[in-house]
């Protein structure tokens, strides 16, 4: 009796099943995390067999490295020490200058915050008398950080508290529909000290955001604080990070202009998609839906290092300066702003900001376009589809054949895309879901 409705079955078995396991790879690589990672790491064996060839822009990375730590001093510096460091690199024609430190908290060696922890005597008791007269030295750095007009700070977004919402140096225009629901957002924040942070041409987010596997591949170019309650109710805010507002502040520009799905010459076809690019100055940057540029690594170049004691120093030449984004950051492992890309495990994340602007200022980008993913889905269903017919009419062989020449197409296809578009393609689902009904068709013949 089974053996008879198999039988009976048997034709339309050999239809439904292949069918099922389709649909099962199409929700596989609509709803689950596993196929996006799966994605994500074809995309970076991309990049580890052909990186981003390092060409020099001007952006440098002033390093507190662990050779300026031995020579300097422990972090954090006396903010004089800063202040001096800005004053030399403004003189010598820095076109911006960048902190990617948070100055949170008073500065432990200005004499009022030091002299308490001196011994009692009478001479440190005299200085105890004067304390409030001795110059402060985040006073002093302020007031450098102010004069140099091209100085920026930065900020940590967070998910805990907000005492003080950070200070808004640009203005932003929109084109199409809000980008807020589209940014990454977060609810709390770790602030400079108002004076510095009052003072300062430019006010970033470090946030970067890694993938679920701690890689960081797409780097926002612009996040939100969301609102809550202070005192009264306040509005999410938007802000940008540190890249993109160094690069404001380098060319003078006063406003981001933001488009997103909606605004003229955008085809969204009536869907709300999400952001496509961000104009600041002369430079217009192609985003994804997120408003994120995908890092196109290409890996460690100590060419874009200048060591920080040499700045401390008065080393610095003009031909390293001059024109030149200047990212105050560190490599030390000690003070823990390491971070992970696909070329590398242990980057300094200053490096990130600083890979970024290259992008930009090479307009050099890694694109995953709007229709990939609907080309994606179109591909696997049709290949699907041909495979399911095709093997009950010529057999195995043949179709294999056929699958085995369509998914080492697309695999090349998309290579090919990376390799000379710069574009991001995902062959895995394609290849996964032809050998799973390849073999189930097979097996059901």
């Not at 700045?311 to 492992?333: C, D, F, Q, R, Y």
């Not at 971070?339 to 980057?347: A, C, G, I, N």
């Amino acid at each position: 009796m089974t053996a008879a409705v198999f039988r009976r079955l048997a034709p339309w078995l050999q239809y439904v099943l292949p069918a099922l396991v389709l649909i099962a790879a199409l929700l596989f690589k609509n709803f689950t995390l596993i196929a996006d990672e799966l994605q994500l790491k074809v995309f970076d064996t991309f990049q580890r067999v052909q990186p981003r060839i390092y060409e020099r822009q001007p952006v440098k990375l002033i390093d507190i490295d662990d050779e300026s730590l031995r020579r300097v001093g422990q972090w954090p510096w006396p903010r004089t020490l800063l202040a001096e460091m800005v004053v030399s690199m403004a003189n010598l024609g820095a076109a911006a200058i960048v902190f990617d430190v948070v100055f949170a908290e008073p500065d432990r060696t200005s004499p009022a915050n030091i002299l308490p922890f001196w011994p009692d005597t009478p001479e440190t008791e005299a200085l105890k008398a004067k304390a409030e007269t001795l110059p402060d030295h985040d006073a002093i750095f302020a007031d450098i950080v102010g004069q140099a007009q091209n100085v920026g700070t930065g900020f940590v977004l967070t998910g805990g508290t907000l005492e003080r919402m950070p200070e808004r140096k640009s203005s932003f225009a929109q084109a199409g529909d809000p980008a807020r629901p589209f940014l990454i957002g977060y609810v709390g924040a770790v602030n400079n000290l108002p004076a510095i942070e009052k003072a300062s041409a430019g006010n970033g987010s470090f946030n970067v955001d890694p993938e679920t596997d701690g890689i960081i591949r797409r780097v926002p170019l612009f996040v939100t604080l969301r609102g809550i309650e202070i005192d009264t109710a306040v509005d999410a805010e938007i802000y940008p990070t540190l890249a993109i507002e160094a690069l404001r502040v380098a060319q003078g520009a006063k406003t981001f202009i933001i488009k997103a799905s909606g605004a003229s010459g955008e085809t969204a076809f009536g869907e709300h998609t999400g952001i496509n690019n961000i104009k600041v100055g002369r430079y217009q940057i192609p985003t994804d839906n997120a408003g994120r540029l995908w890092l196109h690594d290409t890996g460690i170049v100590r060419e874009r290092y200048i060591p920080a004691w040499r700045a401390v120093a008065g080393e610095l030449k003009p031909e390293e300066v001059e024109g030149n984004i200047l990212v105050v950051g560190t490599s030390a492992a000690g003070l823990q702003d390491i971070r992970t890309t696909p070329l590398s495990k242990v980057v300094p994340g200053a490096e990130v900001h600083i890979q970024i602007l290259e992008q930009i200022l090479s307009g050099h980008y890694l694109e995953r376009p709007d229709w990939a993913q609907g080309l994606e889905y179109v591909y696997l269903v049709a290949l699907g589809i041909a495979l399911i017919v095709l093997i009950p009419m010529v057999g195995a062989v043949w179709t294999g054949l056929i699958g085995l020449g369509a998914t080492v197409g697309v695999n090349g296809a998309s290579w090919l895309l990376y390799a000379n578009e710069r574009w991001l393609l995902d062959p895995i689902m394609p290849t996964v879901a032809t050998g799973l009904i390849f073999t189930m068709s097979s097996v059901m013949n």
